[in-house]
């Protein structure tokens, strides 16, 4: 089992910043690859981006690329999403979520196996 905890969302005006933080416990952390998935009223959960916890490596959604940052503490456990030049269509409730390695399809909901309970991010215009 993988325990995930975020936090961090809240009510910021577009063009503005915010930094999620996702708390991970349980399982041997290197054996996964961890994500970040938002989802907006009446639309299904999307990838914003991802970082594999022992290699350290990013990849992003084109809709965030340039905008968002991910990075990783193996010391304290946690998977931060840096939100830069925030846009209206970037609210939603925003969740960390752990893939194993021998998962493909980083880009896949159906590929991770553990979910945080999400925090709503709204940006208002």
């Known amino acids: 089992q993988v325990q995930l905890v975020e936090s961090g969302g809240g009510l910021v005006q577009a063009g503005g910043s915010l930094r999620l933080s996702c708390v991970a416990s349980?399982?041997?952390?290197?054996?996964?690859?961890m994500g970040w998935f938002r989802q907006a009223p009446g639309k299904e959960r999307e990838f914003v981006g991802g970082i594999n916890w022992r290699a350290g490596n990013t990849y992003y959604a084109d809709s965030v690329k340039g905008r968002f940052t991910i990075s990783r503490d193996n010391a304290w456990n946690t998977v931060d999403l840096q939100m830069s030049s925030l846009k209206t269509e970037d609210t939603a409730v925003y969740y960390c979520?752990?893939?194993?390695?021998?998962?493909?399809?980083?880009?896949?909901?159906?590929?991770?196996?553990?979910w945080g309970q999400g925090t709503q991010v709204t940006v208002s215009s």
């Open positions: 979520a752990a893939r194993p390695l021998y998962n493909s399809g980083s880009y896949d909901v159906s590929s991770y196996s553990y």
């Open positions: 349980g399982r041997t952390l290197s054996n996964y690859a």
